[in-house]
């Protein structure tokens, strides 16, 4: 169980506060207490939107600021205690066409994001969302945290980086950081505009639309993380100092393969339609296959395991698109 008395009346910055999982830990922790600033550049291709912290605005700051701006960093983590650091771009294709933009924030920004920590808040516990891209092409099934790191695209290289930078961080100078690989990750408030933070995105909006969806091959077995799952895991990591240095798995007992998950999708919709095609050439070169994650190391150590499941996260994430789609078009 998380000790909630960890964050209350803490201070707490998250970079990428205005997105999917930010905005979803940022209202858990204003229900605990906790004295809460996001910082989001809301560039629009990613996911930031701030219909995400809707009625939320009088009990956190929103700072519209780049994470590569080390300046505004250098100040905004100041007199922090726990620093969420979930900033990125997400796409793994956007990555392949403009590459540098995929550096300079998910590898670059985030050293200067330590290094603001380290010169004006070493004290500050970092918890950075790392994801499961970065093993690349899985050897075997489930993934563990031993498993080699073969990124397959440009974004999997510098989350890797990204995460590699916080463990250093931690054992070269004693900054407590740690690391969450988390897997697909789904519920209310993910980007549903594009394909961009997941292919199950578009799925959604298209099936509430009444529209036709793609599924690509089908046979690629996936797993799934609720995303108030991933808010649970994000706060335990933080509170527990056992996780310091340590890169941690998310994923669920329940892995599924892409046709699998559509059919799940229309069932649980009650309608719609999709048709199966294969790969275009520019995606198959960066698939990674199968995946699915062994998430016992987290289990073990942090008592964290997925309390949702699929059907049920699926159900809620639909229900709350079939209310506010329009605001995330
Ligand atoms: N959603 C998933 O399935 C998943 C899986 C693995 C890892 N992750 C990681 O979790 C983190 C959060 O992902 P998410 O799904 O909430 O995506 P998201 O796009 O909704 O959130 C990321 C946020 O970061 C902000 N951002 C991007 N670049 C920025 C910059 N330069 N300066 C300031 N803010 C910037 C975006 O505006 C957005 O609000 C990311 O780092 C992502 O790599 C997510």
Redesign the pocket.
């Known amino acids: 169980m998380m000790n909630e008395e960890a964050f209350s009346n803490r201070r707490v910055l998250i ?2 506060g ?5 905005s979803n830990l940022a209202r858990r922790l204003v229900d605990l207490n906790a004295q809460v600033t996001l ?5 629009p291709e ?3 939107n701030l219909f995400n912290v809707a009625g939320l605005e009088d009990r956190l700051r929103i700072n519209i ?4 701006d080390p300046h505004s960093m250098d100040y905004l983590v100041q007199g922090q205690d726990y620093l969420f650091n ?5 796409s793994h294709m956007d990555s392949m066409q403009d590459p540098y933009a995929d550096l300079e ?1 998910n590898c670059r ?1 985030q050293l200067s994001i330590l290094e603001a920590c380290r010169r004006r808040n070493p004290q500050i516990k970092i918890v950075f ?5 970065i093993y690349g092409k899985p050897d075997y099934l489930p993934v563990d945290e031993k498993h080699l790191l073969r990124p397959v695209d440009v974004n999997g290289i510098n ?1 890797m980086a990204g995460e590699h930078y916080h463990i250093l961080y931690n054992n070269a100078y004693g900054i407590p950081a740690c690391a969450l690989r ?4 789904i519920g209310p408030r ?2 549903v505009k594009d394909a961009r ?2 292919f199950l995105g578009i799925w959604i909006r298209l099936v509430i639309e009444g529209k036709p969806f793609e599924v690509w091959d089908g046979g690629q077995m996936r797993d799934f993380t609720y995303v108030d799952d991933a808010v649970e895991a994000l706060l335990l990591a933080a509170a527990s100092k056992e996780a310091n240095g340590q890169v941690f798995n998310l994923g669920s007992e329940q892995a599924i393969d892409l046709k699998g998950l559509a059919e799940l999708l229309v069932e649980i919709n009650g309608g719609g339609e999709f048709s199966a095609r294969s790969f275009p050439s520019d995606r198959k070169v960066i698939d990674i296959g199968d995946y699915y994650g062994d998430f016992s190391r987290i289990r073990s150590c942090l008592g964290w395991e997925p309390r949702v499941s699929l059907r049920e996260g699926l159900a809620t994430t639909l229900a709350f698109y079939r209310q506010y789609l329009t605001h995330y078009l």
């Open positions: 970079t990428g205005v997105g999917f999982i930010g910082v989001d550049s809301l560039i990613y996911g930031g600021a780049d994470v590569r979930l900033a990125g771009q997400t924030i920004a969302a790392s994801t499961r891209q989350k988390l897997t697909n990750t993910m980007r933070q997941t």
